[in-house]
Structure formats: structure tokens, C-alpha cells
């Protein structure tokens, strides 16, 4: 088990530009993000290779992925 907060966790890996908040709770790997859904009345959500499970992503943490996301599609 690793008890580390989120925000250092972004901070170790700021070093590494593969990797991006979308959420509070969710930093992922920007090399496994297949497509962004969704919209400002019901939520944004990213879809992952390697899971069927769909991250949220934060208004707060949109512009972090956004462009990035748009680009794969």
C-alpha cells in the first residue's frame, strides 16, 4: 500500500510528461486515453485502453487533457 496524497504524487511525477490529473482522485497515463465523452451538464468522462471503467475528469482539471484528447480522436 502506498500513502502518498495526490498532490504529490503530481509533483514526483511532474517530471514526466505522459502522465496528467483529470480528477481529485485519477491521474492517468495520456498514452492510454482513447476518447473523451460527455459535456458540461452531465459530466466529462475519459475512456482508457486496458479498462472498461470510465475516469471522470473535473472541470478543474479539463484543460489538462482536453487538447490532448480531441488530437486522439
Do not use: W
Amino acid at each position: 500500500q502506498i500513502r502518498l496524497t495526490m498532490s504529490s504524487a503530481e509533483e514526483q511525477l511532474a517530471g514526466h510528461p505522459m502522465f496528467v490529473r483529470c480528477h481529485r482522485a485519477f491521474i492517468v497515463n495520456k498514452s492510454k486515453i482513447i476518447r473523451l465523452d460527455g459535456n458540461s451538464t452531465i459530466g466529462y468522462k475519459l475512456q482508457l485502453s486496458g479498462t472498461d471503467d470510465l475516469i471522470p475528469v473535473s472541470r478543474t482539471y479539463l484543460e489538462n487533457i482536453a487538447d490532448f484528447a480531441q488530437n486522439k480522436s
